[in-house]
Structures are given as structure tokens and as C-alpha cells.
């Protein structure tokens, strides 16, 4: 054992020192290798640790969402609905809520506006989410105008900040109360925006959203399910960005492991001819091939991931900010739980180290196996 | 001892630039003893020298190493032999390029998984037998020709070989460094080992050293001097 | 130093690294526990349903909610020009092929 340890290491030595041999070609190829395994990584946590956060986060939602539709377009829904909604069977409660888009010209930001249920804003105060506070500068006992429906200027008080915690969902809140969100909007009364409802067994969601269905036809039914999928569909591999960043990685890589692959120059072919002549064997050879591979890849590939955890997780993806900002002027801060799944390493590692060897050590195989003699001429 | 019977080497076999380097060669080489291989160039030195040291196999015929028949065995039993009983210097060097002449030294034990520092003392030994202790940490491409060819012999001997095989080692050297390089040999003569010359310089084929003379031409023993 | 022990140590020092990456994440996930739960309560308390992720327009504020309609509200012939567009598709519900889209 201690043998094949020596072996080894003593492989690895001469291995380092001609990698050495070319300090600057070797020193930038790790540096771009690096660089590329890290904006890979970067995105596999980032993306992962979202959808997890969402799949969590979201297990709360209504079961089901009933959207009004006319001509095709989200349109209010009358209040009357509700009582009759809750007279089908398995529909345990529903109740209205009620929200809109506020722009706010002053900044260019679009704000969520809300109503909350119970422990709501008195009329005449909000309450704020962190990403508003930020943009507006607005802190407990400020006043923020609004512009109603009709030109009036409204001047809310803001009571509170909503946790710095819960930003993801709340960042761009407003909370109102119902009477000034009428004043704002106009929504006239007896009219929501859409009705939540939650049923007693899950099982039957789909069956009362049948009934639901039937029985108003100009609706649609949003099951929570289906808000779900939609968070586990975000920044999928197959959207633009995602795919392009994919596909640049994949070449990149490809193009890294092709200058290996297509073969030996001759002054390496010599050299191994060389190390067959004083004594190496063939599986000598192919060893230290196989650590030339790894030298270089399995660097790259620790670097990469660790720097890519502290980037996505310490500066909450600093880097990516400009591309997820895109044109939003309230943007939230993404400071997402870690979250970190073997199989991620396993694919980057598939990905990043296995080619790379792989076309490092099979172009020598032929040169390793030649008789040593030719080394003699 | 070394037995060759009726040993041929084809190259090429069957095409249009088939070539036969060694036609036919029968001889017996004596262990410890010095034997010198001359000939103009083609006659098949290297070729001899590379079928004895195991680095090739013969077309057909027969090589035997101390009584025991080498020319059938498998690649992996082949290489164990030959990085044991051989130590090869080559005419141009062949060194590896890039690293010290040190590491070059130890390169051909690095297999063999023997601890480092033994190995790294028993390298910086010999280094300091043929006097280029000091360029040990040198990159071989700083080294002059007589050092090179020096690291070249270390390197051969790091395994302690019982057989030396060199190939016109004098090629590329000055009359003062032949002589040099012949005194080592002698030295290492006088520790019994067995030393094997290709060459076709009179330094080395009409030194003292040589016990015997064998002439080649075209792939054949014309005859050989006591 | 051998250079081959400087190597393995760089290596088992990446690894070390690795490790203590899946703990920290897991020491997080623990300690994130309470605020994923203030998260949640939120969610649930005001009914919401989407994360708060790109506030460039309607339907991509509220991913889930979106209609089929709204992105050409801007323009009839509305090739997608948030930026947003190109990191997430529509919604599950009108992806469907021949889904009801009303």
C-alpha cells in the first residue's frame, strides 16, 4: 500500500514539474477553467437554492385561485361568487382578496398594492415591504402619495416595514386597507380581484375545481399545484439565458478538452518514448497522463464550486444582479437559505473533470505502447 | 551472460520498404566483461544493442539473459527486466527537458514506489561520483554537453543495473571528454558490471576497457577481436 | 516540500472546503428554518403566490397569475422585451398544449 502511495506521488512530482515547464500556458488555462466551472456552479446553486426556497415558501398558498375572465383577460370578480363557491361540497373557505399594480412615477417602480385579511393597515396607513422602503427612502412615519383613479392625491402614512426576512415574497408590498384601495383603484364595491379558496380534503382539489368550473364557466381555476410547477419551471435550461449559458459551457469545456484530444506533438510522443526507454511501463505512462488530467480539472473544478458557493450565498449572486435586475427598478435582495445537493458536485464533476482526462490520457495511449527502441534512433 | 542465436530483425515486414537490420546474428557476450560493437552507420549497432536490452523483440530467433529465454515473454515481464538488469545511455542524451538534472536522475526508480528520500540520497550519490553535485537543482537545458552526458550516466546507474548498454556515448563529446567518459566506464568495469558499446570511434574501441570487439556490417557479424 | 505533497495537500484542502460547505448549508437550512417559516406565514396569512423576483411588469411579477393576454396589452405583435423573458417561461397553466386559456 505504501508502495502504491510512493507511486503515486512520485507520478504526481514529475507530472508537476512538466506541467511547471509551462508555467504561463498552464496558469491561465486553470484560470479560465476555473472562471467557467464557476459561472456554471454559480448558476446550478443559485437556481436550485431559488426553487427549493420557492417549493417551501409556497406550501402555504391558497389550494386554489379563481380568476374572472372576459375576452380572454383577467377581469374582477363579483363578490356574490363567494357565497355560492362555499356552498359546494368540499370547498371548506373562500374568501376575496384584493390587489393591483401601483406604478409610482416618481421612481419608476411597479409596487404590488394589497389588502391584508385581518391584522391589515387602519385606513389612512401602510405598511411597506423592504424593497419599497428602499426605493423610496421611507422608513416608519413617513408619507407616501398616491395618485388615485380618478387624479386625487392620497397621502398614506407608512405605520411599518414588513421582516427584512421575508423580502422573496414581500419586497415590492404595499399593504392597504380595503377602503383605500377602493379609493385608489376604484374597484367598486362588491367586486374583488380574485377569490382564494382552500377545500377540506386536497385530493378533491381537481374535482372541485370541475365543479367550480362548470358551474361559472367565465372562470379559471389557478390550483396551487399548478403555481408550483410554475416556480419549479423558472429559469429552466430550456428558457434564453439559461441555454445560452448551458450550451457556452458545454463548448467551453469541449474546446478545453479538444486541444488534449487531438493529439500528441512530437516533442511529447519523444518524451514518452524517453520514460518507456529507462524503465517506465505503459501504465506508468497512462498514470501520469491520467494526473496531468486531474491536476488541471479537479483544480479547477474545487475552485470553481467553492468560489461559486461564496458567491452565490455570501453576496447573494452579486455578479448575476445586473441580468436578473434587467429592467426593474425595485429589485430584492436574494438572500436565499444555502442549499446544496450532492448531485450538483456530481453532474459539475462529470461535466468539468471526466472529459478533460478522459482526452488527456487516450491520445498518449498509442504513443505509450510503441517499443521503446525508436527512441533510439 | 548473454547468448544471441540466429537472431533477425525485420522492419517492415511485407512492404515495399521492408528493411532487415540484423540478418542472421549468433554470439555469445560474457558477463563482466566489456564488448564494443563496430561498424559504419546501417550495419545495425542500435538495432543489436536495442534487441539485447530488451527495448525490442527479433523477427525470429532467440536471445537468452543468463540462461534464461527472454524473447518470449510478455511486455510487463520484459520492462521489470530491463528496468533492473540494464541501464541505457543513449547518444543524444535524452534527457527529459524542462526539469533538474536531479529529477531526471530519479525519473527512471519513480515507478518502483521506494521511498523518496532513499531514492533522492542514492541520485544526489551519484551526482556527486561523476562530480555535478552542485548542478543537481540545474535545469538540464543549463548543463554543457560533458555535464549532460554525466547526468545520462547517473541516471543509468540510479537502479543499479548489472549490464550498461551505450550507444555512440562519445558522439557528441571532445577528445578530453571521451577520455573522460571512458575513465568512468572503467571505473564502473571494475565494479563488475557488464558494459556493452556501440560506437565507431577508435577512444573507445581501442581503449583497454575492450575485451571484445565485434565487427558489424549490414546486419551481420563479419568477425570479432579478442 | 515535495510538490506532490503541496498538490495533495491542496486537494484535501478543497475537499475539506467542500465538506464544510454541505455543513455550513446544512447549519443554515436549520438556523433559515425560522425565517422560511416567517416566509411562509406570510404566504399563507395574505394569500400570496409568488415570489417577489422581477417587478418589471405585471406578468412577471406574478408568474402564476399571469394570463395569456397581458404581455400583449404592450403591443400586439409583443415579442418579449423584458429582460426577464429570457429567464423564465410562462406559466404551467397556459403552457399547456390546447389548455384552457380562458
Not at chain 1, 386554489?64 to 356552498?87: C, F, K, N, T, W
Not at chain 1, 496531468?292 to 474545487?302: M, Q, R, T
Not at chain 2, 538540464?140 to 548498454?165: D, T, Y
Not at chain 3, 418589471?56 to 409583443?78: C, I, K, V
Given at each position: 500500500m505504501e508502495k502504491w502511495i510512493e507511486r503515486q506521488k512520485h507520478i504526481i512530482d514529475f507530472t508537476l514539474s512538466s506541467l511547471l515547464r509551462r508555467k504561463g500556458r498552464n496558469a491561465a488555462l486553470i484560470l479560465v477553467y476555473?472562471?467557467?466551472?464557476?459561472?456554471?456552479?454559480?448558476?446550478?446553486?443559485?437556481?436550485?437554492?431559488?426553487?427549493?426556497?420557492?417549493?417551501?415558501?409556497?406550501?402555504?398558498?391558497?389550494?386554489?385561485?379563481?380568476?374572472?375572465?372576459?375576452?380572454?383577460?383577467?377581469?374582477?370578480?363579483?363578490?356574490?361568487?363567494?357565497?355560492?363557491?362555499?356552498?359546494?361540497?368540499?370547498?371548506?373557505?373562500?374568501?376575496?382578496?384584493?390587489?393591483g399594480y401601483y406604478y409610482d412615477p416618481v421612481v419608476g417602480a411597479n409596487y404590488t398594492l394589497m389588502v391584508a385579511e385581518d391584522s391589515g393597515p387602519a385606513a389612512g396607513s401602510i405598511i411597506i415591504g423592504q424593497g419599497v422602503s428602499r426605493t423610496r427612502l421611507a422608513q416608519e412615519g413617513d408619507t407616501l402619495e398616491f395618485r388615485s383613479h380618478d387624479g386625487a392625491i392620497i397621502d398614506l402614512g407608512v405605520k411599518s416595514t414588513i421582516s427584512r426576512e421575508s423580502e422573496l415574497v414581500s419586497s415590492d408590498l404595499i399593504l392597504v386597507s380595503e377602503q383605500d384601495f377602493r379609493r385608489i383603484f376604484g374597484t367598486p364595491a362588491g367586486f374583488a380581484t380574485d377569490l382564494a379558496v382552500r377545500v377540506k380534503n386536497p385530493r378533491e382539489l381537481s374535482t372541485v375545481a370541475l365543479k367550480i368550473s362548470e358551474r361559472f364557466p367565465d372562470t379559471r381555476q389557478i390550483l396551487r399545484d399548478e403555481i408550483l410547477r410554475t416556480y419549479d419551471a423558472v429559469f429552466s435550461w430550456r428558457g434564453g439565458m439559461m441555454l445560452v449559458i448551458l450550451c457556452g459551457s458545454l463548448l467551453a469545456f469541449i474546446i478545453l478538452?479538444?486541444?488534449?484530444?487531438?493529439?500528441?506533438?512530437?516533442?511529447?510522443?519523444?518524451?514518452?518514448?524517453?520514460?518507456?526507454?529507462?524503465?517506465?511501463?505503459?501504465?506508468?505512462?497512462?498514470?501520469?497522463?491520467?494526473?496531468?488530467?486531474?491536476?488541471?480539472?479537479?483544480?479547477?473544478?474545487?475552485?470553481?464550486?467553492?468560489?461559486?458557493?461564496?458567491?452565490?450565498?455570501?453576496?447573494?449572486?452579486?455578479?448575476?444582479?445586473?441580468?436578473?435586475?434587467?429592467?426593474?427598478?425595485?429589485y430584492p435582495t436574494f438572500r436565499v437559505t444555502p442549499f446544496i445537493d450532492l448531485s450538483q458536485l456530481v453532474i459539475l464533476f462529470f461535466l468539468a473533470v471526466v472529459p478533460y482526462?478522459?482526452?488527456?490520457?487516450?491520445?498518449?495511449?498509442?504513443?505509450?505502447?510503441?517499443?521503446?527502441d525508436s527512441v533510439m534512433r | 551472460m548473454i547468448e544471441l542465436v540466429n537472431v533477425r530483425k525485420v522492419f517492415n515486414a511485407g512492404q515495399p520498404n521492408e528493411f532487415v537490420a540484423i540478418d542472421g546474428v549468433s554470439l555469445v557476450i560474457d558477463a563482466e566483461r566489456t564488448t564494443v560493437f563496430r561498424g559504419p552507420s546501417g550495419s545495425g549497432k542500435t538495432t543489436l544493442l536495442s534487441l539485447i536490452g530488451c527495448m525490442a523483440r527479433p523477427t525470429s530467433g532467440r536471445i537468452r539473459?543468463?540462461?534464461?529465454?527472454?524473447?518470449?515473454?510478455?511486455?510487463?515481464?520484459?520492462t521489470g527486466i530491463r528496468q533492473k538488469t540494464f541501464g541505457f545511455i543513449f547518444q543524444q542524451c535524452n534527457l527529459i527537458k524542462g526539469i533538474t538534472a536531479l529529477e531526471n536522475v530519479m525519473l527512471p526508480a519513480y515507478p518502483s514506489?521506494?521511498?523518496h528520500a532513499s531514492l533522492k540520497n542514492r541520485a544526489m550519490d551519484l551526482l556527486d561520483t561523476f562530480k555535478?553535485?552542485?548542478?543537481?537543482?540545474?535545469?538540464?537545458?543549463?548543463?554543457?554537453?560533458?555535464?549532460?552526458?554525466?547526468?545520462?550516466?547517473?541516471?543509468?546507474?540510479?537502479?543499479?543495473?548489472?549490464?550498461?548498454?551505450a550507444d555512440e556515448p562519445t558522439a557528441n563529446l571532445d577528445t578530453k571528454l571521451s577520455r573522460e567518459f571512458m575513465e568512468i566506464m572503467g571505473r564502473?568495469?571494475?565494479?563488475?558490471?557488464?558494459?556493452?558499446?556501440?560506437?565507431?570511434?577508435?577512444?573507445?574501441?581501442?581503449?583497454?576497457?575492450?575485451?571484445?570487439?565485434?565487427?558489424?556490417?549490414d546486419g551481420r557479424v563479419e568477425g570479432s577481436v579478442p | 516540500m515535495r510538490k506532490s505533497s503541496l498538490f495533495l495537500l491542496f486537494l484535501a484542502a478543497g475537499i475539506i472546503f467542500l465538506v464544510l460547505m454541505f455543513v455550513h448549508a446544512s447549519v443554515q437550512m436549520k438556523a433559515g428554518a425560522a425565517s422560511l417559516q416567517a416566509k411562509a406565514d406570510l404566504v399563507g396569512k395574505l394569500g400570496l403566490t409568488?415570489?417577489?423576483?422581477?417587478?418589471?411588469?405585471?406578468?412577471?411579477?406574478?408568474?402564476?397569475?399571469?394570463?395569456?393576454?397581458?404581455?400583449?396589452?404592450?403591443?400586439?405583435?409583443?415579442l418579449e422585451h423584458f429582460p426577464s423573458g429570457s429567464l423564465v417561461m410562462p406559466p404551467a397553466v397556459i403552457r399547456k398544449v390546447n389548455g384552457k386559456v380562458d
Open positions: 476555473t472562471l467557467v466551472v464557476f459561472m456554471l456552479a454559480s448558476v446550478v446553486f443559485f437556481v436550485q437554492a431559488i426553487k427549493r426556497e420557492a417549493s417551501v415558501i409556497l406550501k402555504d398558498s391558497p389550494d386554489m385561485i379563481i380568476q374572472r375572465m372576459s375576452a380572454g383577460r383577467h377581469e374582477l370578480i363579483p363578490v356574490s361568487y363567494l357565497d355560492q363557491i362555499l356552498s359546494i361540497r368540499g370547498v371548506s373557505a373562500v374568501r376575496t382578496r384584493l390587489w478538452a479538444w486541444d488534449k484530444a487531438s493529439g500528441l506533438s512530437s516533442e511529447e510522443r519523444r518524451e514518452i518514448g524517453i520514460l518507456k526507454a529507462i524503465g517506465w511501463e505503459t501504465s506508468d505512462v497512462l498514470l501520469m497522463k491520467f494526473w496531468e488530467g486531474i491536476a488541471i480539472s479537479l483544480s479547477s473544478l474545487l475552485a470553481g464550486v467553492i468560489l461559486a458557493y461564496a458567491h452565490v450565498f455570501f453576496t447573494s449572486a452579486a455578479l448575476f444582479e445586473a441580468a436578473l435586475k434587467g429592467w426593474s427598478v425595485l482526462t478522459v482526452a488527456t490520457i487516450i491520445p498518449s495511449w498509442r504513443a505509450a505502447t510503441v517499443d521503446p | 539473459l543468463y540462461d534464461r529465454e527472454i524473447t518470449s515473454l510478455p511486455e510487463r515481464f520484459l514506489g521506494e521511498k555535478i553535485l552542485r548542478k543537481a537543482q540545474s535545469k538540464v537545458e543549463w548543463l554543457s554537453g560533458g555535464e549532460a552526458q554525466r547526468v545520462a550516466i547517473a541516471r543509468a546507474l540510479i537502479n543499479n543495473p548489472s549490464m550498461i548498454i564502473l568495469k571494475s565494479e563488475r558490471k557488464t558494459i556493452l558499446f556501440a560506437s565507431h570511434d577508435p577512444i573507445v574501441y581501442e581503449s583497454d576497457l575492450a575485451d571484445l570487439v565485434v565487427d558489424l556490417r | 409568488d415570489l417577489c423576483l422581477f417587478t418589471e411588469a405585471s406578468y412577471t411579477r406574478h408568474l402564476s397569475q399571469a394570463d395569456l393576454h397581458t404581455p400583449f396589452q404592450n403591443g400586439p405583435m409583443s
